[in-house]
């Protein structure tokens, strides 16, 4: 989960994966957050880069185990370090407590879900 998205400082490592376009990614960490808040995660995808298949993130909403809403889209290529950095911001659904995130290259796939 996303905090805030802020300047970079001279000591910044542009290789850190919380380094975006010039700016650090700074991670929520506190328990709560606000009704009015539209929560964002933040995620790096690292591709095979000898699978020659195009990368795809599929992003579910889940509650009470089964998916309320999903959606899946092709992956931009990889930046000059491989890396894809991505953003999700969270829908405004009813009854989800979790958001799973599967990518998916060829025949290989990882996935994580986060408890919201």
Known sequence: MVDRVEPITS???AADPLVFHGKRVVPHLGPVRSAEEKPTVYFVVYPDSG???KPVVKVEFLGSGRTVA???ADLPPP???????MFVTLAQLPGYTALKVTVSQGTDSA???LQL
């Open 111 to 113: 996935s994580d879900i």
């Open 79 to 85: 930046d000059s370090s491989g890396a894809i950095q």
């Open 51 to 53: 699978n020659v298949a």
């Open 70 to 72: 999903e959606q899946t």
């Open 11 to 13: 000591t910044d490592d």
